[in-house]
């Protein structure tokens, strides 16, 4: 396989060959493991949505001797996922975003004083001060803790970040392990983060709950209250080391993610100054009478329409798996999926399909205008997943993005700088979707 090989990203080998075939679905091989790749849009909406019953779990496997890491909700499966899932939503609701909100927009604030003391550097890395901005939000709202990533360049947060995602072969390893080969994971007791980091990432989130409790004065406003009320609730059915482990997972799935989406999108603006600058009028009328706010950011529909064209063309995850619980027949179809047998779904794939979205290496935000002509008849544009287990992050991720996004566009004017890749190229080693030279840009000041 091409990307064992390093020759190619294994988002990029996987949507070779979903290019390779018109067929709604078709057989591969995943090293030994025979896999079927699922192209149709309706088939890809059965799967997820319709027919979940049948496919509620993923294949990534994380071994069992390790908790801080099994327990994480992206890996659990069956009820235990369930119970687990049930109780993180509300984690989520509107009103704890609008809440998490004023903290988010506390640290854009600080991205651009940031951004404002370097801005004379001619190549700026946009991905490494996107990263210092979700570790931020991520450590004070889901840990309750300041990173201080802005002020030093050695703040533990960000080194615990860099290590998890830095590219090297031992994370390849952990990473593409976890999804393609979990007999070498188990036998090996290999987990997606290094046992150092888990450890110390669950020691700082047991001294802030205890702290939390000793003043027995809940802040209201984040997720380490909101954990610490799910704990207290007797019929929770969930123990400590279990919540634990969500808020790692919280900082693991939330910080480069949101990283990677901010930075490709502030490097499409760089690329295409009309639309930029459309974008930037857009935000100026709006905050001028408003302010940066939940609802204020809500009312930015062209900055939803960026958003939503940056994550087509750089979904995080290039890639969605399920695994079949029981035999189940593809819908119009003669072929019959066995219990156990794993099916892929190019998120790339689907994607960079022309004949869902034209011109697909163009970055064409008016595609979203009418955001309900989007997966009409099935899944194509899916770069949160979807169905009962689609990413419980996705509206607090979009929140920081926006927030960070448009307090850029505010002060600072994005240009090429003599580094700035076009086009971009994807890391080879990389699970996810990261660029392989970072994204160095010019930050001009209005
Ligand atoms: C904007 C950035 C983000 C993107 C593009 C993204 C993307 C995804 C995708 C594609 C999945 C898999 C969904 C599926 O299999 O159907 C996922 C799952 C997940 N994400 Fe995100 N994510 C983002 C931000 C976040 C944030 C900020 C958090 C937490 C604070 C988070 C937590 C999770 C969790 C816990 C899961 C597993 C859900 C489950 O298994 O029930 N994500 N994400």
Not at 339 to 363: A, W
Not at 365 to 394: H, V
Request: with cysteine; proline share 5%.
């Amino acid at each position: 396989m091409k990307s064992m090989t390093l020759q190619k990203s294994i988002g990029d080998v996987i949507k070779e060959l979903y290019n390779s075939t018109d067929e709604d679905y078709m057989g591969i091989f995943i090293i030994d493991k025979p896999v079927l790749l699922i192209r149709s849009p309706k088939l890809v909406k059965d799967i997820l949505l319709k027919d979940f019953a049948t496919f509620p779990d993923r294949c990534v496997v994380s071994p069992e001797s390790k908790p801080l890491a099994s327990n994480m909700m992206f890996f659990k499966k069956g009820p235990m996922w369930k119970a687990i899932r049930s109780k993180m939503t509300p984690v989520f609701t509107s009103g704890k975003l609008k809440a998490m909100s004023t903290l988010i927009a506390k640290e854009a604030e600080q991205l651009n004083e940031y951004i404002g003391k370097h801005c004379n550097k001619p190549n700026l890395e946009a991905k490494e001060i996107c990263a210092k901005y979700s570790t931020n939000v991520i450590a004070i709202c889901a840990f309750g803790v300041s990173a201080k990533c802005f002020e030093s360049e050695d703040a533990e947060f960000r080194n615990f970040g860099r290590r998890i995602f830095e590219f090297s072969v031992a994370n390849m390893i952990r990473h593409i392990g976890c999804f393609f080969t979990p007999n070498i994971i188990k036998l090996f007791q290999i987990s997606f983060v290094k046992d150092e980091i888990l450890n110390r990432l669950g020691d700082i989130f047991t001294e802030v709950l205890h702290f939390r409790k000793q003043q027995n004065q809940l802040k209201g406003n984040d997720l380490v209250d909101i954990l610490l009320d799910v704990m207290r609730r007797e019929d929770s059915g969930l123990n400590n080391d279990i919540i634990i482990s969500q808020a790692i997972q919280f900082f693991v799935a939330g910080f480069e993610t949101v990283s990677g989406v901010l930075s490709f999108a502030l490097y499409e603006l760089c690329i295409n100054p009309d639309i930029q600058e459309k974008l930037r009028q857009e935000i100026q009328e709006i905050t001028e009478k408003q302010g940066l706010t939940y609802d204020s950011i809500q009312e930015m529909k062209y900055l939803d329409m960026c958003v939503s064209e940056t994550l087509r063309k750089y979904p995080v995850l290039p890639f969605l798996d399920r695994v079949c619980n029981s035999n189940y027949k593809l819908e119009g179809t003669d072929h019959v999926i066995e219990k156990g047998q794993s099916v892929y779904i190019s998120m790339f794939g689907l994607h960079y399909d022309p004949k869902y979205f034209p011109e697909p290496h163009k970055f064409l935000p008016d595609r979203f205008r009418d955001k309900n002509s989007i997966n009409q008849d099935g899944f194509y544009y899916i770069p949160f997943g979807e169905g009962p287990r689609i990413c419980i992050g996705n509206r607090f991720g979009l929140m920081t993005v926006k927030i960070g996004l448009a307090s850029i566009l505010t002060k600072y004017r994005l240009c090429r700088s003599s580094k700035t890749p076009v086009p971009i190229r994807f890391q080879v080693k990389s699970l996810i979707v990261q660029s392989d030279v970072g994204i160095p840009l010019k930050f001009e000041p209005l």
